[in-house]
């Protein structure tokens, strides 16, 4: 008996199929300095926290499928604070951001359909995709210039009859770019001549540094009826564990849509919203020190890493990730050789190799992501260490 060609083609995820190798060496008594995934150490607000000790509901019963009014109303309050008026309305709780993006795709488009997004972008859109049986059209950036968009002739190029939408995320898992807002009104502008959708995954959005901005799709008003917004308190507020998020829009029929999708699967987990709305509740302010904290960290490993021999870096401007290439021919051997081969002073690293955030066979094999999400002084350990295993890699192979 065969199982379906979507269960045997779904990407592995390219991140976590090497953690057995992780695990292998923590056993081995190897501290292992995680700087591959997205998992920050900033501790959980107080609030969120308190929020959970103080439920004391009898019984834990099914919510409303779209959320609860009351969070639903606080993260339209949210997106007011950044004068984007949005009406609770538009907005449905999600099971994090994942289910959101997922019920985006297939919202959107039709089987077959396509979906264009820049690349590297985040691995578990291919998922998503597949789960949705849409197609991803990958629009190629480079780390040279730091993963700019290109002009508008180069991606109407990619542009076919089958095109439903084009995907932006700013600030970038993995790059960490900010689009600027000339680079939006590019994709704004091609939505509009090639009756597209607009969704971006926005979910960093109060992670961007050197004064730089972020502007969201949200306030074009040209596009309000093809613009939806994928969010999530997982980075927001460092709550990867609570799996809310939500999907954000102004055209009533695509929420009336991503309504049924969600009546499908019933409801999204009642303590969890109780301590997100209790999270959006502290207001912007909140986001300041943890900006300025994740700004430092993000100096400090650019400083540590510019230095090496052949890399090529670009310092991003958000989010707390880093797209380097290395001199290196395969980094999914490299990320494993570190693992199960390499220490010093019985500690390694764990990056996460690039190739799997690109769609284009070949791409991303000579590229690593870092991402800055441990305190100054793990980090700076970690650089000592992941150049030393660098070093000694490059003299073997």
Known sequence: ????????????????????FADSARERGIHVYFINIGQPDIATPQPVWDALKQFDEEVLSYGPAQGFLELRQAIADYFDSYDIEINADGVVITVGGSEAIHFAFSVVSDPGGEIIIPEPFYTNYNGFAACANVNIVPLTLSVEDGFRLPSIETIAKIISPRTRAILLN??????????????LERIVSLALEHDLFLIADEVYKEFVYDGASHKSVLEYPEIKDRAIVVDSISKRFSCCGARIGAVVTRNEEISQSVLKFAQARLCPPTIEQKMALAAYRMGIEYFVPVQKEYQ?????????????PGIVIRKPQGAFYYIVRLPIEDSEHFVRWMLTDFHLDN???????????????????????????????????????????????????
């Not at 430092?296 to 090496?308: A, N, P």
């Open 1 to 20: 008996m065969d199982i379906s060609k979507r269960g045997l083609d779904i990407q592995e995820s390219p991140i976590r199929k090497l953690k057995p």
């Open 170 to 183: 700013s600030p970038s898992n993995p790059t960490g770019t900010v689009y600027t807002a000339e680079e």
């Open 296 to 308: 430092h960290r993000r100096d400090v490993l650019f400083e540590g890493l510019k230095d090496i």
């Open 347 to 397: 500690e390694t690293v764990m990056v996460a190799p690039a190739q799997g955030f690109y769609s284009t066979p070949g791409k991303g094999k000579d590229e690593v992501r870092i991402a800055y999400v441990l305190k100054e002084e793990d980090l700076k350990r970690a650089i000592i260490v992941f150049k030393a295993g660098l070093q000694e890699y490059l003299q073997q192979f």
